[in-house]
Nanobody, 114 residues
């Protein structure tokens, strides 16, 4: 299974970005898909995740600004990020879980300038 993330880049504070992550090489659906991020010198943190049934979780600091969604048919998870802040700057990683197995994609860098 491979996860390919895209959509990162440089944006000014207050701007928006949409991250996408497509899974390939699997014939099954993932129970949970989501996004982590890791800023320089900080621990990795779970930003948002969504179950196959559509239940979502968000990190408190992104609630109301970020929206996670998925396409089970396309095995793709999205992260719409609005009202971006400099503190959102990080490498964002997508993950997909099936049971106890977690797959992780390569990161995509999001840089928010003030």
């Amino acid at each position: 299974v491979q996860l390919q993330a895209s959509g990162g880049g440089l944006v000014q504070a207050g701007g928006s970005l949409r991250l996408s992550c497509a899974a390939s090489g699997s014939t099954f659906n993932f129970t949970v898909m989501g996004w982590y991020r890791q800023a320089p010198g900080k621990q990795r943190e779970l930003v948002a995740r969504i179950t196959a049934g559509g239940s979502t979780y968000y990190l408190d600091s992104v609630k109301g600004r970020f929206t996670v969604s998925r396409s089970n048919a396309k095995k793709t998870v999205y992260l719409q990020m609005n009202s971006l802040k400099p503190e959102d700057t990080a490498v964002y990683y997508c993950t997909a879980n099936r049971g106890m197995v977690e797959y992780r994609g390569q990161g995509t860098l999001v840089t928010v300038s003030s």
